[in-house]
């Protein structure tokens, strides 16, 4: 029996986890669960899967929850009852799938605490992740990737000797507006910008989908989690979300993970790892159905935030903590309709741009450098 502690468990990554949960009660349960805001999902999940600790995110949250939790369940908030749950004694598996760089110190409590870890929360391993790889491998932690490119690399790299792989291929479908020129980019609203053609996802990924902002953090992910330098790592564009993500080794040959678009597969490989279970209710892949896929080559100067992420990258140090702090920042302020979709890019621009970089960045550096950005693409507005 695999017991899970689970962050972000309302979430959209949070829920799918659950379903995969709820399918194999025999080999996985729920030991903790931290969660936003969400009261009413909270609850829901509590008396179905019975943890025994749970996280909101504010004292005000855990009071309202509180009344309503069944004896014996313990219930903490905030930075400290997050950790809590990062590193729950009666836990052996930590899936991270909070939302933004809230979730960099857990992930580090959870890696101190000796946990195996399952990663959905990209932004932090994008503001910090020469600190989670280097504490992962200080403390023989594993950390599987949930998200789906990474999984299929993952997959692809199973059994092969690293330094044979010269090149990873990351896929992307484009987003909702890929079919759209810059011009046509003017003016496009927050209902059409969420509404993605081939995945069903929280809000701020399915934005950063739709100004490739997700393929960039994505590419920084490949180079944390592969130990991959940038130069090797490429996007290719591919609208049916198939081919999840390739491997292009020495001699040649590329090997590619394919399936339907369904993010539990990669959630359940993540808990299952090193084994396979059966998905309740997965779709199969019929390729003679699908008839014909479509790649095509990654327009940086169309998908500008994509060469952001790649910049910010070379460069390293903060400077990929500023490209997250102001993305998370911008997103959140088009979602609120304070700016049009092509200033999100021109916020990150202006964000990079004043930053003068730290290498090596500690912990309490990367916590000050991403407030001050986030004060900073506030105070732009
Ligand atoms: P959602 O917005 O759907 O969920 C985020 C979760 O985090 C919610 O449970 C939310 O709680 C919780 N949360 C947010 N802030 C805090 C906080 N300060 N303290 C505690 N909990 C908090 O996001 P997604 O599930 O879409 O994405 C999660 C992560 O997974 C992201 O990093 C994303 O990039 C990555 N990912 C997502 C994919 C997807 O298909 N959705 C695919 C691949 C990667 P509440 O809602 O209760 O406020
Ligand atoms: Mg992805």
Redesign the pocket.
């Known amino acids: 029996m695999k017991k899970i502690s689970l962050l ?7 829920r799918q986890t659950l379903d995969v949960i709820a399918s194999h009660r025999e080999t996985f349960a729920l030991a903790a669960m ?5 009261v009413a ?2 609850l829901e999940i509590i008396h179905t899967f019975q943890p025994k600790l749970v996280c909101a ?1 504010t004292k005000e949250v855990h009071d309202a929850l509180l009344a309503h939790v069944p004896a014996g369940v313990k219930v903490v908030f905030g930075r400290e009852g ?1 950790i809590e749950v990062a590193t729950f004694d009666d836990a052996d598996f930590v899936l991270n ?4 760089s ?1 979730g960099l110190e857990s992930t580090l409590a959870a890696i101190e605490a000796g946990k195996t870890l399952g990663f ?4 932090t391993l994008v503001t910090a992740g020469h600190l989670v790889t280097a504490a992962a491998d200080r403390r023989g932690v594993a950390i599987l990737p ?3 490119e990474h999984s299929a690399i993952f997959q692809c790299l199973r059994g092969e000797n690293k330094r044979d792989a010269a090149k990873l291929i990351l896929t992307a479908s484009g987003g909702s507006f890929r079919d759209k020129t810059r011009e046509q980019l003017q003016g496009v609203t927050v209902d059409e910008a969420l509404n993605h053609p081939n ?1 069903s ?5 399915t934005i950063d989908s739709a100004t490739m902002m997700n393929k960039g953090l994505e590419v920084i992910e490949a180079h944390w989690l592969f130990n991959m330098p940038y130069e090797r790592i490429d996007v290719l564009l591919h609208r049916e979300s198939i081919v999840h993500s390739l491997v292009e080794f020495t001699d040649t040959s590329v090997l590619a993970q394919l399936g339907m678009p369904d ?1 539990r597969v990669p959630i359940q490989y993540a808990l299952s790892y090193p084994n396979r279970l059966e998905l309740n209710g997965a779709k199969r892949l019929n390729l003679w159905e699908t008839g014909t896929l479509h790649f095509e080559k990654c327009d940086f100067r169309r998908f500008r935030c994509l060469a952001f992420a790649y910049e910010a990258g070379k460069t390293g140090g903060t400077a990929t903590t500023v490209l997250n702090a102001a993305n998370e920042e911008a997103v959140q302020l088009f979602l609120n309709g304070q700016i049009e979709f092509l200033q999100i890019e021109s916020m990150i621009e202006k964000a990079l741009s004043r930053h003068e970089t730290v290498q090596r960045p500690d912990l309490e550096t990367i916590v000050a450098v991403d407030r001050e950005t986030r004060d900073f693409v506030r105070t732009v507005v």
């Open positions: 972000g468990a309302t979430g959209s990554i949070g931290a969660f936003g805001k969400n999902s909270a995110e997050l799938a909070l939302l933004g809230v959905a929360n990209k932004e949930v998200d789906s995945w996802m929280g809000a701020k990924i993010m």
